[in-house]
């Protein structure tokens, strides 16, 4: 048999390799074995609007119980909160001139987007009568 330009030499693995490589797998498989896994968040978005016109509400204040973190709604009305571990949340809503929501819960699951919408009912007017009877 003549070999030709295109037959690749022969290689061998020698034991001392052989070890070396499968210590390699090892450190690899206890290294990869000790790290915490990561946990997936979620992630919360949503729009308020007005119960009697479904219009949104900018600048309506968010908090996310029991988390404490708050925000605001943008020019459209929505909000987003991210990174959010998985779990049940409440969220308490306050726009002035609109009755305060409190306690609206959201589920969040991981690697999810809980959307929840909210409607704010308007603060009914109030009429401030003055006596000016008295002569004081």
Do not use: W
């Not at 020698?14 to 997936?40: H, N, S, W």
């Not at 729009?47 to 900018?58: A, D, R």
């Not at 306690?103 to 000016?132: C, F, N, Y």
């Amino acid at each position: 048999i003549v070999p030709s330009k295109y037959d690749l030499p022969s290689s061998t693995i020698t034991l001392y390799d052989m070890k070396r490589l499968l210590l390699l797998f090892v450190i690899t498989f206890i290294v990869a074995g000790c790290q915490e896994p990561l946990t997936q968040k979620g992630l919360i978005y949503g729009t308020v609007l007005s119960k009697t016109t479904n219009e949104p509400i900018k600048a309506a204040g968010i908090e996310l119980r029991p988390l404490g973190l708050n925000t605001v709604t943008g020019s459209n009305g929505q909000f987003q909160y991210d990174d959010i571990e998985p779990g049940d949340y409440a969220l308490r809503i306050a726009k002035s001139g609109y009755v305060v929501q409190k306690d609206k819960i959201v589920s969040v699951s991981a690697g999810q987007i809980s959307h929840v919408d909210i409607q704010l009912e308007k603060r009914p007017p109030t009429l401030l009568i003055l006596d000016d009877t008295t002569n004081e």
